[in-house]
């Protein structure tokens, strides 16, 4: 069993920054791949960015250049530093994991970027 926790969302002004935090735990050991999700309401959850046990980086076009998926080096940590950021990037960010064939998701953690 995996457990992911998000935090650091927030409101910020257009062309601000955020830094997303994902903490896992349980049996992290198991985790190959780590990715953050979002989501708008009454829209389905969509993939913004993973990273994988090895380090392989992938990034969904709309943020490529301006956000960046990294992870500590005990694999328990999980970030997503947000820059240059625009009223489209409004949502509700999920963490997920996958542990071979589970997948696991966070409660998620909004943010909301107006003036």
């Known amino acids: 069993q995996v457990q992911v926790v998000e935090s650091g969302g927030g409101l910020v002004q257009p062309g601000g920054s955020l830094r997303l935090s994902c903490a896992a735990s349980?049996?992290?050991?198991?985790?190959?791949?780590m990715s953050w999700y979002r989501q708008t309401p009454g829209k389905q959850r969509n993939f913004v960015a993973y990273?994988?046990?090895?380090?392989?980086?992938n990034y969904t076009d709309s943020v490529k250049g301006r956000f960046t998926i990294s992870r500590n080096n005990a694999g328990n940590s999980l970030y997503l530093q947000m820059n240059s950021l625009n009223s489209e990037d409004t949502a509700t960010y999920y963490c997920r994991a996958r542990s071979g064939i589970r997948i696991y998701w966070g409660q998620g953690t909004q943010v909301t970027v107006s003036s």
């Open positions: 349980g049996s992290i050991f198991s985790i190959d791949v």
């Open positions: 990273i994988t046990s090895d380090g392989r980086t």
